[in-house]
């Protein structure tokens, strides 16, 4: 960014404490306290969920184990639902949410009441559809998994209450966008401030990628569980499934790249490397992130060859993003490093600011993403896939990608987010717990998932305890991975429990005061950044175009000759 540039974005800082728009008190600029209270109340929901769903993954791997069975006849596949959706989908889509609001607040300015209404009516339907489907879960009406592959059926109301929990997050996301709108009409001719830029590019996003899981639940999978139709079409349910399903996974990931290129450089008192190159990332995952999902079924049979061939091309483009990502992740850390006196290769990296737990945690997601990322360029390259689907290989991947980069980056984001809007300050001590907290995260997940990645080449299937293998010589091989993934997997439930006990402390007992939202400025020497990136106009006319290439004919293909056989179930 110009040095004009930066003096007007100072400009705009003025002109939104003038209006109002934000509060700056010893020195900081604050978010807006109503929306600080809407924002939290999306955080309370995310970390009840991480600690519902945080106990179930511990029971998990010590049925796995083979040492241990659950007591009153609770199943393995419910506990195995409660996990996923609580963690997967509640944990990630709520504390996604308070953070966004908190970041267009901050940077955008203070939402109007009426936005705020639309926020808080996307809460509240987040809420009720949470609270439908965790009930089903619970009763065991509904231990289909967060994948809810038919024909496993789960009782209407657990379909009903994640199609709210979708509605809802519509809902929420076009409040987040509307601030970010208003700001670009207040502001002609100026590029809007990034990180709120980002949240209208995950929102987007998420929207786009929603209306193939939404049209699955609302025209096949709720019907059919209503008793209104005797059959579904299991592929075409799977299409739409994953069709969502991958970009799911950017949605979980953007927000900790929006960590990763606002907030951090910031932290360790550098600059972000450049605008243009973070816009350009995150447009990019809006463009790539949805026509990729076939690369979720390249082992089935219904859809050819080509069309799957395609989607591992698509998804080695989405791959391009995060390798800018990290290119400028780490140009922000060498030129801090060496700005402090940091010289050779690596020598600078000591200079970083390694005690303060709001840059540990984040860099040791980016450090664990660099094998989780490598593990997916592996599960994308068609003919490996054929080694490692449906082994407990993909579980390991998954818990290195979402489980550790995000969640750590999410865990980063807390310790400062949370006292920011409850007025409260994270203690030295609070601090340290965060770097013993972020330390037994990472050696917990390196044992069980590397455990899980081993275990998964050696064969082992996923979604499976030791009683189902019924004394197969083979699993006895297996068994001493799964022992170490009950090590790991406990000190990642005694990870919850700390980081449990610093939110509550931050969010009641901590010291009052004032902490800082942490948002970086442009180096100066960085390229002005081009307005193309800001027009959604033309990404919308290519990401139309790239999904009808990607899907089309696939779909035609699979309602043409795949068409559901006259008894029970067709599979393909
Ligand atoms: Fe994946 C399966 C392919 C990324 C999550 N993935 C899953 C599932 C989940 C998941 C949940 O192609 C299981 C779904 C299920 O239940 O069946 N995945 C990829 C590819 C990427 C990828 C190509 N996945 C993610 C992310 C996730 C996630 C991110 C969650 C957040 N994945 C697949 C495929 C499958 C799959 C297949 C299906 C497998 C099957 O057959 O079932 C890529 O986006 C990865 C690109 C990432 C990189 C890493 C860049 C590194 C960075 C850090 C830099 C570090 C720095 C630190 C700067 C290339 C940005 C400085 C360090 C110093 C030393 C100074």
Redesign the pocket.
Known sequence: MSQITLERSNKQEQEMIKTNKVTKTTGFLKVDSKDASLSMAHIYVAFIALFLGGTAGLLQVLVRSGRFELPKGIGYYQVLTVHGVLLGLILTTFFIYGFQIAAVSRTSGTLTPKQRLICWVGFWTMTIGTVMAATMVLLNEASVLY?FYAPLQAHWIYYLGLALVVVGSWIGGLGQALRWMQWRKENPHQTSPLLSFMVVCNNLMWFVATIGVASEVLFQLLPWSLGLVERVDILLSRTLFWSF?HAL??F??LPAYMIWYVVVPKVIGGKIFSDALARLSFILFVLFSVPVGI??Q?TEPGIAGSWKFLQVIL?MM??IP??L??FS??AT?ETRGRELGGNGLFNW?KKLPWGDVRFFAP?MG??I??PG??G??V??SYQM?QL???TIW?TG??HL??AT??VLSFFGATYWLVPHLRGRTLTKSLNRLGIIQTITWVVGMTIMSSSMHIEGLLGAPRRSTFSDYGGAEIAKTWASYQIAQAVGGTLLFIGIVLFLYIFINLCFFAPKGDQEFPIGTVAENAEKTPAILENFKIWIVILVALLLIAYTYPIYDIIQNAPLGSKGYKLW
Request: hydrophobic share 60%.
């Open positions: 994948t399903g996974v950017y979980w990931l690369h979720h390249l998804t989405v791959v995060s390798l990502t990290a992740m780490f850390f990296l860099f980016m450090l993403f660099i990322g490598a997916g360029i599960n994308a896939n490692i689907h449906n993909v991947h998954f990608t979402v980069a995000v």
